[in-house]
């Protein structure tokens, strides 16, 4: 049914929280694992009905919204698609923050204004890789240990206004935010050797592109949507109609979940430091409602009339791994005469979801969801064409070229469950879904990686037990954009309780896992793997661009640890709140839409974060790669993060 409490989570980008001893847990958002910080929800006294949240138990409970949040500290990899990221993971206690509420005597409208402003500073503690390649922002752009790669002061304001009318309330909600990042903006690494309106550079990327710059210096329309609350036949109804966000499913710090085949993102956000999750899900213009069935069971629908794109992260910067997409971007690959032939673009129509909540009562009020998505890929594949009767720019090599395509489409399937374990303070949930023919899904090793670059695009001869097809032009052979069936399923265990061993008031611990099946993939085929010379280039790895079309495995698996503490008023009326998160990619590689795991990546992140009166907050914090293993292993960086709430 509808909750129409006065905490309400749609603020916060986050679908339900769940309350332990005193303590909102509140979901983490899914893809690339991030986790927010200084996730900000604002009380309305129903000014605002944002999210149908299902009725739990707990609901009646009165307990204040104050929540530890995982923020990322960059950590996921990508998988399948040209692109690279990374997911900050750090844990944070919130209170809800103080908007500005006020009324106007014009049939009872009310309304509230609430701005977050941050400044944030990261410095990379580790010398770059050799491994990196000479197109990645980490190669030769911020390659030193020492080199602060992002100094960004932005801000978030979130405002609403709502009015009483006879059938129930009526409104309208916006977010907006602005980002200017002085060392990716104004710092001394302009590049002089760039791909710039239509100028392709030779050679080492020097700096960031005047095209990627534009993206520290930004101003964003994230939310904007009217929505009414009212009742059909005595049965809650909600209905938005704008730019907004959907949250399905069971999700928290690892990916893989229905969400992430629901919503958009800002990759780059996720890289900057101090960013919040309500920065990085980015809204689609749509119809969304809710409709209480009975008082334990509401259907859900939405439809999209305005497909967008995910923001990758801009050329040159910190975390860019290669400059063939993302702001800035070179289209070319004029080193080995292979042309971008362009990019298919998805429909602009075509995407919606239906999901079916039921509570169960006798379960401790467990929330039983079913869901349906039809969406559109937010991020590209690229499909490499090889072809030997092709002109090719260069002289002496095979006509080659790739294409950029955003795959229509894509169907998912999921069933999740939500609960807490009696009295104990455990709370559990899961989730369970399927891609059907997930458009990535290929299972050729490395074939476009660094090592293999020349060799798959344009100058190796297939292995010689191998004759090329030439009507095969589709694609390298050996490696279509394959699709497979995807079985994915994630879900943590959390406990949390007042007071306990390390003498803190309040403390958290979650574990959380992400397994994942590919049906049919059987590791690929003796022609994966392209030679130059004999070598076979698909066992070479480079960090930079084996995402960018590695194996995905069969089977794959990872899990996250997160301990988080909080000793309220501990010294100058401040609120101390250390946290300490361990992520292991176990086995396996996963297609970046599907989850993104790396086989044997690592990462520790130690943060404490410093809280005055939930208004001022400062956190630091550190990130560690153990080992050579994954993307980011030269990587580590520190941070810290100021912010105001007003």
Not at 76 to 85: E, I, M, Q
Not at 512 to 517: D, H, K
Not at 553 to 561: E, I, N
């Amino acid at each position: 049914m509808l909750d129409k409490s006065s905490e309400t989570d749609y603020f916060a980008r986050t679908p339900k929280n769940i309350k332990h001893g005193g303590v909102a847990l509140y979901k983490i958002n899914d893809n690339l694992g991030v986790v927010s910080n200084n996730n900000n929800l604002v009380k309305t006294d129903n000014l605002f009905v944002n999210e149908v949240t299902r009725k739990k138990a707990t609901s009646n409970k009165t307990t204040s919204v104050k929540a530890w949040l995982a923020k990322p500290a960059n950590v996921f990899s990508f998988a399948g698609t040209a692109a690279v990221g990374l997911v900050t993971i750090a844990a944070l206690s919130s209170a809800p923050a103080n908007a500005i509420q006020f009324d106007m005597d014009v049939n009872n409208v009310k309304g509230f204004v609430d701005t977050t402003v941050t400044a944030s500073m990261a410095v990379s503690t580790k010398t770059a890789s050799p491994r990196r390649g000479s197109s990645s922002g980490r190669s030769n752009v911020f390659n030193h240990g020492g080199d602060i790669y992002s100094a960004p002061l932005s801000f978030i304001t979130d405002a609403g206004l709502t009015m009483k009318n006879s059938w129930g309330d009526s409104g309208i909600f916006t977010r907006f935010g602005y980002l200017y990042d002085f060392v990716a903006r104004d710092g001394a690494n302009k590049c002089t050797n760039c791909f710039d309106g239509g100028n392709g550079g030779a050679g080492t990327l020097d700096g960031i592109p005047n095209g990627a710059r534009t993206e520290y210096n930004k101003f964003t329309l994230y939310d904007l949507f009217v929505y009414t609350n009212f009742q059909i036949a005595g049965h809650y109804t909600s209905l938005r109609v704008g730019k907004q966000v959907i949250n399905w499913g069971e999700s928290s710090i690892m990916g893989g979940g229905i969400t992430q085949m629901i919503n958009p993102q800002d990759i780059n956000k996720q890289t900057i430091p101090g960013s919040d999750i309500k920065e990085r899900l980015l809204p689609q213009e749509m119809v969304y409602t809710n409709f209480e069935i009975t008082p334990n069971t509401s259907l859900e629908a939405y439809y999209v009339w305005n497909h967008r794109r995910s923001e990758f992260i801009p050329v040159g910067s910190f975390w860019s791994p290669f400059d063939l997409i993302g702001q800035g971007y070179n289209p070319d690959i004029t080193g080995v005469g292979t042309i971008s032939t362009g990019t298919d673009k998805a429909s602009r129509s075509g995407q919606w979801g239906m999901a079916l909540h039921h509570i169960i009562e006798g379960l401790n009020y467990a929330d039983l969801g079913f869901y349906y998505v039809r969406s559109h890929a937010f991020l590209p594949t690229l499909q490499a064409n090889w072809d030997p009767r092709q002109t090719s720019p260069v002289p002496g090599f095979p006509g080659t070229s790739y294409h950029s395509v955003y795959t229509d489409d894509q169907d998912t399937y999921a069933i999740s469950l939500n609960g807490e374990v009696g009295d104990t303070g455990v709370s559990f949930q899961t989730e369970a879904n399927l891609k059907t023919d997930f458009y990535d899904s290929r299972e050729c090793q490395n074939l476009f990686g660094l090592g293999g670059i020349l060799g798959a695009l344009g100058a190796a001869p297939f292995p010689a037990s191998y004759t090329p097809n030439y009507p095969h032009v589709g694609g390298v052979p050996g490696c279509e954009n394959q699709a497979h069936d995807i079985y994915t399923w994630i879900g943590d265990f959390t406990y949390s309780i007042g007071g306990g061993p390390f003498g803190a008031d309040k403390q958290s611990y979650v574990f959380n896992w992400n397994m994942e099946w590919v049906d049919g993939a059987d590791r690929g085929d003796p022609t994966d793997k392209i030679t130059v010379g004999g070598v076979p280039k698909g066992l070479e790895r480079s960090p930079s661009v084996d995402q960018l079309d590695r194996l995905v495995t069969d089977y794959s698996w990872g899990y996250v640890m997160v301990a988080a503490f909080e000793y309220n008023n501990l010294f100058w009326n401040l609120n101390v709140k250390p946290s300490f998160v361990w992520v292991h990619n176990v086995e396996g590689y996963q297609a970046f839409n599907a989850g993104a795991l790396t086989e044997n990546q690592r990462t520790v992140r130690a943060g404490v974060t410093f809280d005055y009166q939930s208004k001022m907050s400062l956190e630091f914090a550190a990130t560690h790669w153990p080992g050579k293993d994954g993307t980011w292993s030269d990587a580590d960086n520190v941070s810290a993060t100021f912010k105001y709430s007003f």
